[in-house]
Nanobody
Framework: QVQLVESGGGLVQAGGSLRLSCAASGRTFSSYAMGWFRQAPGKEREFVAAITYNGGLTNYADSVKGRFTISRDNAKNTVYLQMNSLKPEDTAVYYC?????????????????WGQGTQVTVSS
């Protein structure tokens, strides 16, 4: 199974942009659906975006539609989350997750591989 390492988090002003990356080890990355989740202090981990194993389908939480874009490069074993028009309420630890499936899972419990997370802080 793959191992995941996120990067790209940081501090940004409201209205700014960040691009998160999630690098996967292993030669089977292209068999995995990938998801991004986030967890703010005192809140449960919530779904942000997901993409199928081949990038053919994506899904987004309503709160990020039109602002965030998930993509993947299977040749580089990497999934990305481009975040534009950031808001203070986007502040959270962002996690990438993986599951070997042809489906497009969006529930936290659907995923069985997780990264360590990267902090995103949006100042007002």
């Amino acid at each position: 199974q793959v191992q995941l390492v996120e990067s790209g988090g940081g501090l940004v002003q409201a209205g700014g942009s960040l691009r998160l990356s999630c690098a996967a080890s292993g030669r089977t990355f292209s068999s995995y659906a990938m998801g991004w989740f986030r967890q703010a202090p005192g809140k449960e981990r919530e779904f942000v975006a997901a993409i199928t194993y081949n990038g053919g389908l994506t899904n987004y939480a309503d709160s990020v539609k039109g602002r965030f874009t998930i993509s993947r490069d299977n040749a580089k074993n990497t999934v990305y989350l481009q975040m534009n028009s950031l808001k203070p309420e986007d502040t959270a630890v962002y996690y990438c997750a993986a599951r070997a499936t042809i489906d497009l899972p969006i529930r936290r419990t659907d995923y069985n591989v997780w990264g360590q997370g990267t902090q995103v802080t949006v100042s007002s």
